[in-house]
């Protein structure tokens, strides 16, 4: 099956401790991003990649690395996460000519 | 700069009635797409429809349709014979084809179907 995976789905954490939020496709997409969703704002778009090791940053990458060493797996690394990182963020693939496909969201909290 | 704008943030229909979802785009790029997603109130993002800015035809998937007005830069989504399960939210999406990275995002229409 087709799909976009994300880890782990509910997350909630103290300001400044280092996470990572794993992202894995199994559709040969070349092309994957980050977003955050915050009410009243839609999506926002935080880091996206074209291949293997080519990254870059998107309206909102302030607080947020990412890492694309093998073309399935797209991890978002919050060094030190703040209160106002605190959303749902969403993980998402395509080809150049597909819409994207979305993860299941992953819930985050940081207190 | 490429922008989305959905006007309207609620709506409400009576079930079994078409209803019709505002969206208008800002792009000067000649080539690109725009999608329509749902979003149920469990939070997975799921594509409805898909537009390319050079189709002739407006597009249409079973009980949704896109009615595309180029000059006017609008995207508007129809649902027919709405059901509850309609009830989401819905966000219109912009896709630029020199940069397939870039999705730009609207703010959303939550709807609610009546029964």
């Known amino acids: 099956e087709a799909q976009v995976t994300q880890n782990p789905r509910y997350l909630i954490t103290v300001t400044g401790k280092k996470l990572t939020v794993t992202c894995s496709q199994n559709?040969?997409?070349?092309?994957m991003s980050w977003y955050r969703q915050d009410p009243g704002l839609g999506l926002r778009q935080i880091y996206y990649s074209m291949n293997v090791e080519v990254t870059d940053k998107g309206d909102v990458p302030e607080g947020y690395k990412v890492s694309r060493k093998e073309k399935r797996n797209f991890p978002l690394i919050l060094e030190s996460p703040s209160p106002n990182q605190t959303s749902l963020y969403f993980c998402?693939?395509?080809?150049?000519?597909?819409?994207?496909?979305f993860g299941p969201g992953t819930r985050l909290t940081v207190l | 700069a490429q922008k989305i704008t959905q006007t309207q943030p609620g709506m409400f229909v009576q079930e079994k009635e078409a209803v019709t979802l505002d969206c208008t785009y800002d792009t000067s790029d000649p080539s690109y797409g725009l999608f329509w997603y749902k979003q149920p109130s469990s939070g997975e993002m799921i594509f409805l429809i898909y537009?390319?800015?050079?189709?002739?035809q407006n597009a249409t998937e079973g009980r949704y349709s896109l009615n595309f007005q180029k000059a006017r830069k609008s995207a508007n989504l129809v649902i027919s014979a709405s059901q509850l399960g309609d009830s989401a939210m819905y966000f219109c999406a912009l896709r630029l084809k020199y940069n397939f990275n870039k999705f730009y995002f609207g703010s959303g229409t939550k709807l609610n179907v009546k029964p």
């Open positions: 559709m040969n997409h070349e092309y």
């Open positions: 537009q390319g800015s050079y189709d002739q």
């Open positions: 998402a693939s395509s080809s150049s000519t597909d819409t994207q496909y």
